[in-house]
């Protein structure tokens, strides 16, 4: 089976797409890289399998649509980390959800997105994936052993590189939407090493074992962790969290320093800066967007956006976004304030 990995960037704007280690055996798997990347009804609790808070994880392309169905038109975007509650039981992979913030949101949003941050450590069961304290899995649903849930997790090989999703199970006791306590146990620390640059390795499940994975080519390349350190195998954990694990043979190397974090450009939301031509405005606190005559977010406050047309019916097509979640509609004009460039 080929999987792929996908190079997954960050939001580009409104009108593009969002959007101890353990060693064992495991399914062969080839990696390559590849390129990417009303809000005030009450809420009624949603079935058993659905838990009623959950947390959008990654993602491309929209989330949050005006209903259920294939063609209701997409309405916004969520960054992971964003708490969701829950109002319906989800339909043909969307769920009536409730989102509170600056921007407070009532949509359907993608099941595909909806998991939880893991609060202690471990091996994701059934599969190669380790997980620690913060990592975010994907929810399928119960299992067939009480306490025990179905879980999807896509190993960060890098902030920006995601290896394939391994389908595992994983205690729910576990896994929460807070983050996990300051006392959680972070996975065994090991020796940091880089893989060779410009060539492919393989992760094995064992010393000389099956192939779990082929580690993608990388300038410099990939930054590993030695957990168990052998003549010619070495145990290693890979990746950023969740992480894959195996073992390797390739000559490995000194990672040097970690690169500088680049800093974020300015105090506009990442999801209104790519679409620069479009005249940035602020929408005033009270404000009701609407798409197809039902309100779908009210701003709880004053919120940017970028305008994208006028109606003669008194009201103005935006694009609202903060720092988690975008939205799409429109609003009376006398909400709309120019911002000054």
């Not at 992480?243 to 040097?256: F, I, K, M, Q």
């Not at 009270?286 to 406050?301: F, H, K, P, Q, Y």
Request: proline content about 10%; charged content about 20%.
């Amino acid at each position: 089976m080929v999987r792929s990995v996908r190079q997954v960037g960050l939001f580009l704007g409104l009108l593009v797409a969002l959007t101890g280690a353990g060693c064992g055996g495991g399914e062969e798997t080839t990696i390559t890289v590849g390129s990417e990347t009303g809000a005030e009804a009450p809420v009624a609790p949603p079935t058993v399998e659905w838990p009623s808070t959950m947390l959008t994880g990654p993602g491309t392309g929209p989330a949050l649509f005006l209903g259920p169905e294939d063609e209701a038109p997409a309405i916004g975007y969520v960054r992971p980390g964003v708490e969701v509650e829950l109002a319906e039981q989800p339909v043909n992979g969307r769920a009536l959800a409730r989102i509170r913030g600056s921007i407070k949101v009532r949509a359907h949003v993608v099941t595909s997105r909806l998991g939880f941050r893991v609060q202690q450590r471990g091996k994701i069961g059934g599969t190669e994936v380790y997980v620690g304290p913060g990592d975010f899995v994907r929810y399928l649903g119960p299992s067939d052993q009480a306490g025990i849930a179905r879980v999807e997790a896509m190993p960060r090989l890098t902030n920006e590189i995601f290896a394939p999703a391994f389908e595992g199970v994983y205690p729910m006791e576990r896994l929460a939407v807070a983050e996990p306590p300051q006392d959680a146990e972070r996975p065994t620390a090991g020796t940091p090493r880089r893989l060779p640059g410009g060539v492919e390795v393989a992760l094995h499940a064992s010393p000389g074992g099956p192939v779990v994975a082929t580690l993608p080519p990388q300038n410099p390349g990939l930054l590993l962790e030695v957990v168990r350190d052998g003549a010619q195998w070495k145990g290693v954990r890979v990746g950023v969290g969740p992480y894959l694990v195996g073992y390797v043979s390739a000559a490995l190397v000194d990672p040097g320093a970690a690169p500088a974090a680049e800093s974020p450009a300015g105090d506009i939301p990442e999801m209104l800066r790519a679409d620069a031509d479009k005249p940035l405005v602020r929408v005033a606190s009270g404000a009701r967007v609407r798409s197809n005559d039902r309100t779908v977010a009210i701003l709880e406050g004053e919120v940017l956006g970028r305008e994208l047309g006028r109606f003669e019916d008194g009201t103005v097509d935006v694009f609202v976004a903060n720092d988690q979640i975008g939205v799409r509609g429109v609003v009376p004009a006398a909400s709309v304030t120019p911002v000054n460039p």
